[in-house]
Structures are given as structure tokens and as C-alpha cells.
């Protein structure tokens, strides 16, 4: 399997030079754009891994995951749905105009609004929102290591003013409820966790053996799985989501730090990361190997 997956990143290395890293992030312009990882973490308990795997990067969008798992465990599906809908959309994941156009409310919870929605759905006070999102993911990894990159999370704060610009737009609109600022510290803060491919790959896993928990939660686990993959495949990719669909085939979300979860049902959790984005803010290299893996394994779930 590693030959097979060593493969596939030679076979894509080459699309890093028609990509470029994140650089409206100034830490993230910071990064290699040359590394390139892969792991595949199945239901047997196997780990198979090429590249890059054991370099740290930041989660970024890949935690709107947690943070929907986390929002639907304290609050149940018809509550969180009814802050945030399940719809695709083919608009840039940091849209806003479309909030004050329309009396709606965000369109998913995987582009930045709908996701600052379900980071303030978490319980707690600012501090606990964070706790609780860094510790499920210590959890569902089995990594107790992980942490957040400071530089990261202070980058973001002090240039993500599209994202304040969304989240104060959705409090005036009576979306978002909390203080505005504390809401967008964790976010930020959510964004600038570091995991590795491993990492990744767990997280899909947790996601493709139907959440296992032993959690108080206003949600069985089996659903909560369905919800999270449905929505990651519908919605996963950013407004590259359908194309991807149509040509990967398995339920995915990207983050701009340059990694793509994959997760397939009863099966097995995949993680990559190649920090060179397209214009859709998706790892390029990335993409050329799922497309690819789906191929070669059989992955594709339609």
C-alpha cells in the first residue's frame, strides 16, 4: 500500500507549480509549498502513510467539522438547522452578500458564515468553546499532543476582516448570537489547531466508523455520521464541491493550510496535505491525488 501511495504523490507533485500557498494569511505565505503527505487509516486498525505525513499544518476549514459535531452533539439537528441550512452554494466559501440580500440564513455550514454560526452554538463561554473543540479533537485522533499554532491564530485575528465583516453582518441581521468578537477568537483560534496527515486520516476514520461516542449528546452517533458526511459532499470542497463529486466521488473537506479529509463509510479515513492551493482555495496536488486514489482503490461512493 505505501508503494501504491508513494506513487500517487509523484505522479501528482508536479501540479504544486500551478498552485500557491495561502499568502492572505501572512503566516501561511510562510509555508513550503513543496511538501506533500498521504495517509489512509482504515477499520482494521492499519495505518499506511507517504510523503510529508508527519508534518504539522493547520487545520483550517477542516475544523468547521468539529465544530458542526460539536454544535449538533449540544444542541440536536433541528436546532443547529435552524441557524444554518444544508444547501451547496456556488459562491467563494468568505461570501457575505448573498446574507444581506436575502433575509436567510447561511447557506452550510462548511463556508465561513455558516461556520462562525456553529462555532457560537458551542456551549460554553469563549474559553470552553475552544477547550472543548481542541480536546474532541485530541480525542477522536487519539493524538493528546495536538495544539494550535500561535503565529497562525494571531495572523488570522489581525487580518480576518472579511470574516468580522460576515460575522458582524449576521449579528445585525438577528443570525448570531454572543458577542461577535469572542465568537471569531475561537474561530480563529479553531483554525490554527496543527495536525498532521495522520491526524487527518483519524478524523475521517472517526467519521467512516459512524462517530463511536460516549458522549452526553442531543444526537446518535450513527446520525450524527450521516449528517457530516452528507454535508462534507455536498458542501466540502468550497463552490468546487459538485465537479469534485462528479470526479473524486469521496466525501471530502479542504482547508487552505493545504489538506483534504476523506472519509469513506465502514471503511477507511484518509488525510493529505500539499499546501499549494488552487483558485478555489483547495490543495491542487491534493485534489490529482484523491482523484487518483478513488481510481486506484475503488473509493468512489457513487
Known amino acids: ?30 509555508v513550503n509549498p513543496n511538501y506533500i503527505g498521504l495517509a489512509i487509516a ?5 495505518i499506511y502513510c507517504a510523503g510529508d505525513y508527519n508534518i504539522k499544518f493547520s487545520i483550517q476549514s477542516i475544523s468547521k467539522i468539529i465544530s458542526l459535531m460539536l454544535a449538533l452533539i449540544d444542541n440536536g439537528e433541528d436546532y443547529v438547522f435552524s441557524k444554518v441550512g444544508y444547501e451547496p452554494t456556488d459562491e467563494p466559501f468568505n461570501t ?25 452554538l458551542i456551549r460554553g463561554n469563549k474559553d470552553e468553546k475552544f477547550d472543548r473543540i481542541i480536546e474532541f479533537i485530541r480525542l477522536i485522533t487519539e493524538n493528546p499532543n495536538i495544539g494550535y499554532n500561535e503565529e497562525v491564530y494571531l495572523s488570522e485575528k489581525a487580518t480576518g476582516h472579511k470574516n468580522r465583516a460576515i460575522a458582524y453582518l449576521m449579528k445585525a441581521k438577528g443570525y448570531l448570537d454572543g458577542e461577535v468578537e469572542d465568537i471569531l477568537d475561537v474561530y480563529f483560534k479553531q483554525c490554527s489547531v496543527e495536525v498532521t496527515a495522520v491526524d487527518v486520516a483519524k478524523i475521517g476514520l472517526f467519521i467512516a466508523r459512524r ?35 462528479a470526479k473524486v466521488g469521496i ?49 468512489n461512493i457513487f
Open 211 to 245: 462517530c463511536p461516542l460516549n458522549l452526553d449528546s442531543k444526537i446518535n452517533n450513527e446520525r450524527l455520521a450521516s449528517i457530516v458526511t452528507a454535508i462534507i459532499t455536498t458542501c466540502g470542497m468550497y463552490d468546487f464541491s459538485g465537479e469534485y463529486a
Open 96 to 120: 457575505l452578500y448573498k446574507l444581506d440580500l436575502n433575509s436567510c440564513n447561511p447557506a452550510n455550514p462548511m463556508i465561513n458564515s455558516g461556520a462562525i454560526i456553529t462555532t457560537s
Open 1 to 30: 500500500m505505501e508503494k501504491i501511495l508513494e506513487g500517487l504523490i509523484q505522479k501528482n507533485r508536479h501540479l504544486i507549480q500551478k498552485g500557491h500557498v495561502a499568502n492572505y494569511i501572512p503566516a501561511l505565505s510562510k
Open 251 to 299: 466525501p471530502s473537506k479542504s482547508g487552505v493550510g493545504g489538506g483534504i479529509l476523506g472519509t469513506i463509510p465502514n471503511k477507511l479515513g484518509i488525510g493529505v496535505f500539499s499546501p499549494a492551493l488552487d483558485r478555489f482555495g483547495n490543495s491542487i496536488a491534493g485534489y490529482g491525488i484523491m482523484k487518483d486514489l478513488a481510481r486506484e482503490l475503488n473509493l
Open 42 to 46: 482504515d477499520v482494521d486498525g492499519h
